[in-house]
């Protein structure tokens, strides 16, 4: 089931996405790679974390950083992704 996701201005979002956590098999947490792994992102990857379920980490939007240095943006993805995976490990407890 893709629910609405968190964090929109639609309170109720939230609310369904958490609800229906219980009853999933698999989780994609897809956080974004100009503003990756947020505070509240955190947050909920740690609530999501009492579920017990499978979770794989999707970040989104790497494009954005191709702009950036004369390498495609490489060692900019780069640093997104080592500092999700580092975050990720630190609250799960297991390198994603």
Partial sequence: IDTPGTNSTWLDHTERTMR???SADLILFVTSA???FSD?????????????KNIVIVVNKMDILEMEAGDHGQQAKQSVVDFVTERSSELLGARP
């Fill in 20 to 22: 229906l956590l219980p």
């Fill in 34 to 36: 100009d503003r990756p």
């Fill in 40 to 52: 509240s992102e955190r947050t909920l990857l740690k609530g999501i974390q009492a579920f017990r």
